[in-house]
């Protein structure tokens, strides 16, 4: 078994957003990889970053997408998954649809908007650092894109379905 799509892309692009809407309407199941880990690591993120570091997290995360990869339905990927080489390579010959959102559409919608502007200054700044590697990776396993920045949710199910061929 192979997901019907899967979703990649940054914080704030929304991916949990549109997964849970997009499986509601094909009536598949939906798989949210960051949820699953910290079912998985019995913690929040946060937590687990603080407790088990970076290299702990990230191995367990290519587990739990491993493993999210093998069901039907829709799969949306941390955003920092596709750091691992190896799970990039195991999307190839699956539906990935990127979901594209600009900074600061992101950071509007994970609430970031609030913080002082020195510090949202520099979450941007990492954030641009991040996306500067990451867009390469999503572009390379993605086989279509939405950019989400002026969409609704709705819209954005609709513009995923037509990328994927229409009626999955």
């Keep these: 078994m192979t997901p019907v799509v899967v979703l990649v892309g940054a914080p704030g692009a929304g991916k949990t ?3 849970e809407a997009l499986a ?3 009536g598949v199941e939906f798989t949210d990889t960051d949820a699953a880990l910290e079912a998985s690591l019995g913690q929040p993120l946060s937590e687990a970053w603080a407790g088990l570091g970076e290299s702990g997290v990230k191995a367990a995360e290519v587990e739990v997408c491993r493993a999210a990869l093998e069901r039907q339905g829709v799969v949306a990927l941390g955003s920092g998954a596709l750091d691992d080489a190896c799970l990039r390579d195991s999307l190839a010959g699956l539906a990935v649809c ?3 959102v600009s900074t600061t559409t992101a950071t509007r919608r994970l609430g970031l ?7 949202l200054a520099a979450i941007r700044e990492e954030w641009d650092r991040q996306l500067a590697t990451r867009e390469r990776w999503y ?3 993605a086989t279509s894109q ?5 969409l609704s949710p709705e819209e954005v199910v609709t513009a995923v379905i037509g990328g ?3 009626g999955a």
């Excluded at 908007?113 to 510090?119: A, D, F, I, V, W």
């Excluded at 939405?146 to 002026?150: A, I, L």
């Design 17 to 19: 957003t549109t997964g």
């Design 24 to 26: 509601g309407r094909l």
């Design 98 to 100: 990127w979901l594209r």
């Design 113 to 119: 908007t609030r913080l002082g502007m020195e510090t």
């Design 139 to 141: 572009e390379g396993v």
């Design 146 to 150: 939405v950019t989400t920045d002026r």
């Design 164 to 166: 994927i061929g229409g």
